[in-house]
């Protein structure tokens, strides 16, 4: 008897589509995606059909060849935002879930029965900044520092910044990198294209196929460019749009972001340069025969439990009971980050490790660097 094989991408419970036999994944409403593909495609087209050869004999053949240097580039970086995993995080197991929920019953005790139970926090010292991981009810686990539930492809993404329909996905701590050069290079590729049109005006003659390429090029240089320049104030904070929107670092929290080098140069490099973490869904995986539905770690380890943030929780000292809320813990955190210095300026805050163990050896880097000072 001849059965199928069944590899995982077919089986994952977010609301995502998968091409390609898995290798391309994208959240499921498209149509905003397809709209930015139009709107580059045919302003581009109008350019190099219009304009580009009479610039290329009057003025410089360099002037096309740049253009499409550019819009080859800034493809490259959509299809890369758009088509890659932005760092989703498996849902736990049913026997995980149960594992964690007895966890968490164990630790509120008997809640009388019409009182509301505690909320599901868990706080951790990082970077000697309290941090509060909360329970997704959805994938049921304890999200990691910077993770968010999204919405619209439900499931959890590591550093989360944002759902953004314009790519057509979400965009997070894998395609964080590809998106900002996208924006980047669509700036440019914007503003190189308005110039050359206006040229063109002025040399040649009015045409009105030239007035729509200014017009659309008008609109987006506003849009782009000022998001653009929104990125690169947030990594020049190491932030993500998610934090900076939630006030995550900001003053009222009396937080501060833990993530941040307090150095423009080495946050702009540890977002951009930094290493790009491998995919924790095996999305191309073969599932196993008797394996449960919401199997999606890629982790060998996994198939015992796969979320790492619980078993750190009841390993390391970095857990800082739930009864401390961080307002109560903040004085004594605070006495110690004055007795001692700072971390290490040099030492990333971010693991270079694989993602599955970085809430792990985020929270032990932590430990590591109390002890130390
Ligand atoms: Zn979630
Ligand atoms: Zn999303």
Same mark, same amino acid.
């Given at each position: 008897?001849?059965?199928?094989?069944?590899?995982?991408?077919?089986?994952?419970?977010?609301?995502?589509?998968?091409?390609?036999?898995?290798?391309?994944?994208?959240?499921?409403?498209?149509?905003?995606?397809?709209?930015?593909?139009?709107?580059?495609?045919?302003?581009?087209?109008?350019?190099?059909?219009?304009?580009?050869?009479?610039?290329?004999?009057?003025?410089?053949?360099?002037?096309?060849?740049?253009?499409?240097?550019?819009?080859?580039?800034?493809?490259?970086?959509?299809?890369?935002?758009?088509?890659?995993?932005?760092?989703?995080?498996?849902?736990?197991?049913?026997?995980?879930?149960?594992?964690?929920?007895?966890?968490?019953?164990?630790?509120?005790?008997?809640?009388?029965?019409?009182?509301?139970?505690?909320?599901?926090?868990?706080?951790?010292?990082?970077?000697?900044?309290?941090?509060?991981?909360?329970?997704?009810?959805?994938?049921?686990?304890?999200?990691?520092?910077?993770?968010?539930?999204?919405?619209?492809?439900?499931?959890?993404?590591?550093?989360?910044?944002?759902?953004?329909?314009?790519?057509?996905?979400?965009?997070?701590?894998?395609?964080?990198?590809?998106?900002?050069?996208?924006?980047?290079?669509?700036?440019?590729?914007?503003?190189?294209?308005?110039?050359?049109?206006?040229?063109?005006?002025?040399?040649?003659?009015?045409?009105?196929?030239?007035?729509?390429?200014?017009?659309?090029?008008?609109?987006?240089?506003?849009?782009? @460019?000022?998001? *653009?320049?929104?990125? /690169?104030?947030?990594?020049?904070? $190491?932030?993500? %749009?998610? !934090? =900076?929107? +939630?006030? &995550?670092?900001?003053?009222?929290?009396?937080?501060?972001?833990?993530?941040?080098?307090?150095?423009?140069?080495?946050?702009?490099?540890?977002?951009?340069?930094?290493?790009?973490?491998?995919?924790?869904?095996?999305?191309?995986?073969?599932?196993?025969?008797?394996?449960?539905?919401?199997?999606?770690?890629?982790?060998?380890?996994?198939?015992?439990?796969?979320?790492? @943030?619980?078993? *750190?929780?009841?390993? /390391?000292?970095?857990?800082?009971? $739930?009864?401390? %809320?961080? !307002? =109560?813990? +903040?004085? &004594?955190?605070?006495?110690?980050?004055?007795?001692?210095?700072?971390?290490?300026?040099?030492?990333?805050?971010?693991?270079?490790?694989?993602?599955?163990?970085?809430?792990?050896?985020?929270?032990?880097?932590?430990?590591?660097?109390?002890?130390?000072?």
């Amino acid at each position: 008897m001849i059965t199928r094989k069944v590899r995982k991408w077919e089986k994952l419970p977010g609301k995502n589509t998968f091409c390609c036999d898995g290798r391309v994944m994208m959240a499921r409403q498209k149509g905003v995606f397809y709209l930015t593909l139009f709107l580059i495609i045919g302003t581009c087209s109008l350019f190099f059909a219009f304009e580009c050869p009479y610039l290329a004999v009057h003025l410089s053949p360099a002037i096309p060849v740049f253009a499409i240097l550019l819009f080859f580039f800034v493809m490259a970086m959509l299809l890369r935002t758009s088509f890659s995993d932005p760092g989703v995080l498996p849902r736990a197991l049913p026997e995980e879930a149960t594992f964690i929920e007895m966890e968490i019953e164990a630790a509120n005790g008997n809640v009388p029965a019409g009182q509301r139970p505690p909320p599901r926090i868990r706080n951790v010292q990082i970077n000697n900044q309290i941090v509060k991981l909360k329970y997704c009810y959805t994938c049921k686990i304890f999200r990691p520092p910077r993770a968010s539930h999204c919405s619209i492809c439900d499931n959890c993404v590591d550093r989360f910044d944002h759902h953004c329909p314009w790519v057509g996905n979400c965009v997070g701590k894998r395609n964080y990198r590809y998106f900002y050069l996208f924006t980047l290079s669509l700036s440019l590729l914007t503003i190189y294209i308005f110039t050359f049109n206006i040229v063109h005006v002025v040399m040649r003659e009015f045409h009105c196929l030239t007035v729509l390429e200014v017009l659309v090029c008008f609109f987006t240089l506003w849009s782009v @460019v000022g998001l *653009t320049g929104f990125h /690169t104030y947030l990594i020049s904070l $190491n932030q993500t %749009t998610n !934090e =900076d929107i +939630k006030g &995550s670092w900001s003053g009222k929290n009396r937080v501060q972001n833990p993530y941040s080098h307090k150095n423009i140069i080495k946050n702009c490099c540890e977002v951009l340069c930094g290493p790009i973490y491998p995919s924790v869904l095996d999305r191309r995986g073969l599932m196993q025969e008797d394996s449960p539905v919401s199997a999606t770690s890629a982790a060998p380890s996994s198939s015992s439990i796969s979320n790492p @943030v619980p078993q *750190t929780m009841k390993t /390391t000292a970095a857990l800082i009971p $739930n009864e401390h %809320t961080p !307002e =109560d813990a +903040k004085p &004594s955190v605070a006495a110690s980050a004055e007795k001692s210095p700072s971390p290490k300026d040099g030492d990333p805050p971010a693991p270079k490790v694989p993602p599955l163990a970085s809430p792990e050896t985020d929270v032990e880097t932590s430990i590591v660097k109390d002890k130390t000072h």
